[in-house]
C-alpha cells in the first residue's frame, strides 16, 4: 500500500529556521580529542549564529582559557581590529562573489566581539547578558564553571554556555561531579 501525501507530516525546515539547536541558557559539552577540531566546530557555530541560536545574535563570544598552554583563538574566522579587538567574522567561505558583496554591505549584523579571559582572572561580573560562554580545555571544575552553569547561564542570562574538554571522567574527584 503506497502511503498518500497528507498521511506523512513534513519535517523539513527552511534555510533559516526559528528553531534553535542551542535554545537560550543551554549548557553543552564538547568532548573530543586533542586537535580534534572542537575550536574549529565552535568559530563555525559563532560564525552562523543564526542557524544555530534560532536567529538570537549573541551580544558577544567570551572564551575562558582554563589551561594556560590552550593556544589563543585565531587564524579562520578571527579578526582583530586596529584597536586590538578581536571578532568572529565571515571569513570569505563562500564561492558566489555577489553573497560575498551582500555580507560586506550589511551593515544590521556586524562582526561578534570576542573576548578572552584565563580562568585566574574570569569572573562572571565581567559577562554581558546573551553572550555565549566558552570554556576551552576544562580539565578541572572550577568554582567559576559551576557557577556558571548552575546560576549564570539563566540568571545573568547567558546565550549559552560551552564546556569544551578532552576528558569527561578522570582518575580524580577534582573531574567532572
Known sequence: MRAKQSDHHNFSLPLFSPV???????????????????????????????????????????????????????????????SGTKFIHSDGDSDNEEEEEEEEEDDNDPPLELEEYDIEEFDLDLVRPHAVLIYEDVSVVHSVIKQSVNVGAHHIPLQSVFLVTQNLTGGSDKHFE
Open 20 to 82: 534553535a539547536i542551542f535554545p537560550p541558557c543551554s549548557t553543552n559539552v564538547l568532548i573530543g580529542t586533542s586537535n580534534c577540531g572542537k575550536s574549529m566546530l565552535l568559530k563555525t557555530i559563532l560564525k552562523n549564529y543564526k542557524y544555530y541560536f534560532g536567529g538570537l545574535r549573541p551580544s558577544c563570544a567570551i572564551v575562558v582559557y582554563c589551561n594556560n598552554k590552550t593556544p589563543r583563538w585565531g587564524g579562520p574566522g578571527v579578526g582583530v581590529t586596529s
